[in-house]
DNA sequence: TAAAAAATCTGACGTGGCGTCAGATAATAG
DNA sequence: CTATTATCTGACGCCACGTCAGATTTTTTA
């Protein structure tokens, strides 16, 4: 009986998972159009109304994704901010788990992005849309805790006016920034941007050489440290390819 | 007849622009999801089918809307580029120019980024994606040939592998990418970000301090070329609020 | 100026997806 | 084994999209 209810239950749950994979597998394939709440009922052989008793509307069903492909996220800046390395190699280890985002889960950075959006963002109930600003704000506060590291051992010497969270932004909305031109611009290329990942890695050294991060690597340590990252942090992931930083 | 011919088609034109004035209004003021045909052609007291002869689709008046707005943008960034100022207070200006098209058409820079998403990108016509196209990257353009200014008289000595152009990806990425996360997380304020605007500016500066575009300012520096610019360039803009740089 | 031709406008119509809900079915409790 | 509760179902009402045959207006032609 106890036995029963739970495998009720435990049927329940699961096909939320599935409901979520079918989702993410339509999304990725097809784009946000084709993700009906009717053809999400035909693949999983149910109702439709079976489907409304897990999500409230279609925006939701984007919403839970979105809380997924964050959830990836964080746990890659997890693994990069318990690095036992310096300051700025743990940084470093940031900027990596991002190109490692970017590039082996695109799905879920375009999910990310476009639940942003005020037109699904509005439709969502208040629950998951504070699950997602939780683990937004705890991503952010994983980056600027490795600020706070590198201020607090000399690393890094902020000026007075600037606080850990700005220098954070910064970082961020270069990252973000960069890959969504890249995303909406297919023609960066013609333009004499070789390579997205190349200027982003560029532009975000730029900033922690601007502040005066120690130690300032010459382009051989970065792409040394790079790789010697890719490897030692991430040897789960498989790494990103390799743009060389000098030309 | 001559007369009358022109009446008509210049009644056509003038509709047009009706049209897209009246969606501005509406987008502004209750968002995309309240942007539907029947409510335009009920604003506009004409039949459904009439808007159909101007724009195949809703997205279309989406993507219209965003070709004026990068038009003014570029406007902007023309003025920016076109002052009688050393390399790197043009691009101080141009600093200044995207502050005002955020602060004072944020219904124009909010379009330009909704247009960017597949979903209503895919619907829209190649000709007008083109125009669009074309103004993204004369406004890229522009900025990059400052960047190509201050190398050329010595202001600026950028590293052999960074080109014009990535220097630019990085200023309007860090731009861009602010000010879309800005909009999309109201609480940016209570984790230790005073003003994104200030954040922009101080990021920027870091890049171009970072790359030692010359002359290096003091704050006071910044602030006080802030505002001249804001006076003596974009005379006619009403000035973005002025947060200063310093606490 | 009047009739014919062309251009433009119109709104009813077909379509498709959303979200609901009364009734059917299955699970659990008594 | 029956009653109660939980879950599932799919037909339904609704709304907005985009179309198109026919009405209306404008332009051309004679």
Chains 1, 2 share one sequence.
């Not at 939320?16 to 999400?40: C, D, K, P, V, Y």
């Not at 809380?67 to 280890?93: G, T, Y």
């Not at 506060?141 to 850990?164: K, Y």
Request: hydrophobic letters at 40%.
């Amino acid at each position: 009986m106890n036995q029963r209810q739970t495998t009720k239950k435990q049927e329940i749950e699961s096909r939320e998972a599935t409901l979520l994979e079918t989702a993410s597998r339509i999304l990725l394939a097809e784009g946000f159009a084709a993700l009906s709440m009717e053809r999400l009922a035909d693949e999983l052989n149910t109702a439709k109304g079976t489907i409304y008793n897990h999500f409230p509307n279609r925006e939701e069903v984007l919403l839970a994704i979105a809380v997924k492909a964050i959830n990836k996220r964080q746990s890659l800046f997890d693994i990069a901010s318990l690095a036992q390395r310096p300051s700025r190699e743990r940084m470093m280890a940031v900027m990596v788990a991002c190109e490692i985002y970017v590039t082996h889960y695109p799905h879920y950075f375009h999910v990310e992005s476009l639940v942003r959006h005020a037109a699904i963002w509005e439709r969502c109930t208040e629950a998951r849309r504070a699950l997602l600003q939780k683990q937004e704000e705890r991503c952010m506060g994983l980056v600027s805790s490795i600020v706070r590291g590198g201020v607090a051992n000399g690393d890094l010497r902020l000026p007075q006016e600037i606080s850990p969270e700005e220098m954070t932004l910064s970082l961020w909305a270069l990252t973000y920034g960069s890959y969504l031109i890249n995303a909406s611009s297919p023609s960066l290329e013609e333009i004499g941007i070789k390579s997205v990942h190349r200027s982003v890695r560029l532009g975000c050294m730029c900033v922690l050489d601007g502040y005066h991060w120690q130690p300032i690597w010459t382009n051989e340590q970065r792409n040394h440290l790079f790789r010697e990252i890719c490897r030692d942090v991430f040897p789960d992931e498989p790494a990103p390819v390799d743009f060389h930083l000098l030309p």
